[in-house]
């Protein structure tokens, strides 16, 4: 999605519109949030700045799982989103971010990864 060009939102002195010079280069455009939720595996990727890609998760069902008493990293089924600190409305929708607590079958546990840029989610074990 494009965004409009913030300096030709108002008219000159005469009237008349002002017009673009030139449309926004590929650096300059917006992208919508990746805002993974929980549902079958869904990744797209991004190339970003230098021919470089991200990876965008938009759906998951599992998280890998980190358990610092056993210092072991487990893949875990996703049972519901309890809490996200980042957005009131992701809260109520069910999205996933970091910092986002995420009850699973091992327990509630705290994303530690973007999932948005990363394409995986990672989580610590909440005691």
Known sequence: MIKSK?????????????????SRR??????????????KEKVVV???LGGNIKMGLRKTEFVNVFDESTKKIS?????SVENNP?????????????????????GNVKVVSRP??????NA???K
């Open 6 to 22: 913030e300096n030709l939102r108002k008219r000159k002195t005469s009237g008349g519109q002002k017009r673009a010079a030139r």
């Open 86 to 106: 980042a957005n009131r409305d992701y809260d109520r929708r069910g999205v996933i971010t970091k910092g986002t607590l995420v009850q699973t079958e091992y």
């Open 26 to 39: 590929k650096f300059e455009q917006n992208e919508y949030a990746a805002e993974t939720t929980i549902g």
């Open 75 to 79: 893949k875990v089924k996703i049972i």
């Open 124 to 126: 610590v074990l909440m």
């Open 116 to 121: 948005g840029q990363d394409g995986v989610v």
């Open 46 to 48: 991004k190339r970003t």
